[in-house]
């Protein structure tokens, strides 16, 4: 089962630091198309973009992770990280990867199944 795997969640005080990670499973043929990225989702509010890149490396951020957070490719194929710098209690959220993935003949948006993301102190 084709599927995007996130890890690197938890909890930290406000000015502290992860570093979230989403790679490909479930086929040795899969292949990105376009960009894969992070959105996010706070209680009560609508699942908003954080950041995207591509596999060239062009990067896209969302204005209040401007300059905190750095998304990057992984050395490993299909993989993506994102570093959280100076984190604030506003990016509390469950944290997705998103990618349009294409397997053989099939293409579709897959989306992570989260990881949670805590800032308190």
Sequence with gaps: QVQLVESGGGLVQPGGS???SCAT???AD????GAMGWY???PGKHREFVATITSGGSTDYADPV???F???NGNAENTVYLQMD???HDDTAVYYCTAVLRVRTSQLRYWGRGTQVTVSS
């Design 30 to 33: 899969i292949l990105v198309i």
């Design 25 to 27: 499973s479930g086929s």
């Design 86 to 88: 100076n984190l604030k």
């Design 66 to 68: 401007k300059g905190r």
């Design 40 to 42: 996010r989702q706070s």
């Design 70 to 72: 750095t998304i990057s």
């Design 18 to 20: 992860l570093r979230l």
